[in-house]
């Protein structure tokens, strides 16, 4: 949870609606087929839009920023350089946009290959 105090009083903000916007901004990037979690049998298994928060992690860090750490599944012969840099770049921007948490850190793990 991120709390953020103004002189208008207090607002805080769930991690959900945090993981639900990252997840919205990376599935949204070219290339990326979808979020990823990884079961219990040590497979990784791409994750329905209603399930999307399991493939991410926020972290509170100092003065009320975040750092996300994201699990991807991409397609089969995308630029995963580019396709990185694309999620790193729009799961900042959409963050910070709606809901005034600046971002510190993006770390996105491609885990899986999907054709």
């Not at 919205?24 to 979808?34: D, L, Q, R, Y």
Request: with cysteine.
């Amino acid at each position: 949870m991120v709390n953020i105090t103004n002189s208008g009083g207090e607002i805080s903000i769930a991690n959900e609606v945090l993981t639900y916007l990252a997840g919205e901004a990376a599935t949204s990037c070219f290339g990326v087929k979808g979020m990823v979690a990884c079961s219990k049998e040590g497979v990784w298994q791409l994750l329905r839009r209603e399930s999307m928060s399991k493939g991410i992690v926020i972290r509170s860090e100092e003065e009320g920023s975040v750092s996300l750490e994201m699990h991807i599944g991409v397609a089969t012969g995308v630029n995963i350089t580019a396709v990185a840099r694309s999620i790193i770049k729009e799961a900042s921007y959409k963050l910070e946009q709606s809901t005034g948490v600046p971002v510190k850190r993006v770390d996105v793990y491609i885990d899986t290959i999907i054709g």
